[in-house]
């Protein structure tokens, strides 16, 4: 777990209390004539003056042959299979200080404020484990199709891994989002970094076989069987139900392969499920049975967990996709601007419901917005990387950004996702986090409603 203090990009903690409208005006106070009139100053200009000092002053590193020029490399495959700079080690996947470990039973974080573009490097996708991993022997493991009534299905099949990778397969890229993301800060809870505010979050391109061919393989009758319960191979019975058209229109798959090879041990190996746009406790790893039926199954992990209580009293259950959210990667929480002038703005957006449309960012906590760069070409149920340029004047700022999908949906402010919602909810924060800046150039996480 280590000390946070010590990692990279996670200098302060910095928790703080909601803002009022009153002192978000108050922070902003001074910016708004500047924005307008520094936006067409910003570009290659404000990044000269660095460059410039740096051979001004002899700059040793441009100056001196370093050993690197002078030596012979290291030969091919030392590390037959790659691994990263020695640079780059404190860019790991994390347990959050503030979470108990039972177990297993536990979650390690995505590095977010570390990463580029789209795709989650597989050794930094996000883990959550409700019985510990295992690594299942691929020659030893099967996937049983059967219905709870044998008028569904008309013949129950077992397949093997290698009858499995003989059927056609797709290669997708899709976002996978713990239903929990963002869960500690529906209360009055600001966790530090981006890692911990967002990091149940991973992107990857997922290679298997659409689980609408195996259930035609295996004689389905879409007019009778209307739900599909998916089963994992560990300990912790993880069992979910999945409606058939999800199924039927050919998004769902069985995976084995992630980035180009097979599944990572704690992410499935070597078969999970990808439900993309629906929370991560559907995409069920070690998949080893799925069962079609009439009606929802009420699985422990729907009907107990899983469940958010509104502020009317009532409970909302069997929730699924995950709505349209972004978040600011580089600068958040933790970091710290080192001098005034130009940056380039990056973070991620995504939807359960489909591709997003437009993303806008906010340097003074929400009065002005601007439209980001959409990096494409944008992906269904992807994350989506955007990038906007931003000329730092020094002074206190608040970095938001609102996303919007092809549906139209924009992604709610705090106040107005805790006014359907309230504050009693773990699952499905969606809201538009804030990145505050003080004089100093450190960033934290702050709530603004
Ligand atoms: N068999 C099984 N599948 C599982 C889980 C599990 O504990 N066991 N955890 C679920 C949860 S809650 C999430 S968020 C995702 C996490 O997937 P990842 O570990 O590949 O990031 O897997 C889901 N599938
Ligand atoms: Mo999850």
Redesign the pocket.
């Known amino acids: 777990m280590g000390d946070i203090s010590k990692q990279p990009g996670h200098l302060q903690p910095a928790p703080e209390s909601f803002l009022t409208e009153a002192e978000v005006q108050a922070i902003a106070a001074g910016r708004r004539s500047f924005l307008r009139k520094s936006f067409l100053a910003a570009g290659a200009a404000m990044v000269a003056p660095m460059a410039a000092r740096a051979t001004e002053a002899g700059d040793p590193e441009i100056l001196n042959l370093p050993t690197w020029s002078t030596t012979l490399g290291k030969p091919v495959a030392t590390n037959p299979y790659g691994i990263p700079s020695q640079y780059e080690s404190q860019l790991l996947r994390r347990e959050s200080p503030g979470l108990t470990r039972v177990g297993g039973a536990s979650v390690s974080f995505c590095p977010l404020q570390g990463l580029f573009g789209i795709i989650t490097p597989s050794g930094l ?7 510990g991993w295992q690594d299942v022997d691929p020659a030893r493991h099967r996937l049983m199709i059967n219905g709870s009534d044998p008028a569904f299905l008309k013949s129950p099949k077992v397949y093997t891994m290698d009858q499995l990778m003989r059927l056609p397969s797709v290669s997708r890229i899709h976002f ?1 989002e ?2 929990a993301n963002t869960g500690l800060e529906w209360g009055n809870v600001a966790v530090p970094t981006v890692q911990y505010t967002h990091g ?1 979050l ?1 992107c990857s391109e997922f290679t298997g076989v659409p689980l609408k061919l195996l259930l035609e393989d295996c004689g389905v009758d879409y007019k009778k069987a209307r739900y599909v319960l998916a089963e ?3 300990g ?1 019975s ?1 069992t979910r139900t999945i409606p058939m058209e999800m199924v039927e229109n050919g998004e769902v798959f069985v995976a084995y392969g992630m980035n180009g090879e097979m599944l990572r041990p ?3 190996y070597p078969l ?1 499920l990808v439900v993309p746009g629906v ?3 559907s ?4 998949l080893r049975r799925i069962e079609v039926g009439d009606k929802p199954y009420a699985t422990k992990d729907e009907a107990v967990h899983y469940i958010d209580l509104l502020p009317s009293g009532l409970h909302r259950q069997y929730t699924s996709v995950q709505e349209c959210k972004s978040v600011i990667t580089t600068p958040s929480g933790g970091q710290r601007l080192l001098e005034k002038g130009f940056y380039n703005v990056s973070g991620l957006a995504w939807s359960g419901r489909g591709r997003i449309k437009q993303v806008d960012v906010s340097f003074d906590g929400g009065i002005n917005w601007k439209t980001a760069r959409i990096e494409g070409p944008v992906q269904n149920k992807a994350l989506t990387r955007f990038n906007i340029n931003w000329v730092w004047d020094g002074k206190p700022a608040i970095l938001q950004s609102r996303a919007i999908d092809e549906t139209g949906y924009v992604q709610p402010s705090y106040g107005q996702l805790r006014e359907v919602r309230g504050t009693k909810s773990i699952y499905h924060n969606n809201a538009i986090q804030s990145w505050k800046i003080v004089e100093s150039g450190e960033v934290s996480n702050v709530q603004v409603l």
Request: contains cysteine; proline residues 0%.
């Open positions: 996708h996000f883990e959550r484990h409700h019985q996978i713990c239903g149940m991973s994992g191979a560990d912790s993880m704690e992410n499935g999970r929370q991560g406790v995409w069920v790893k070690w």
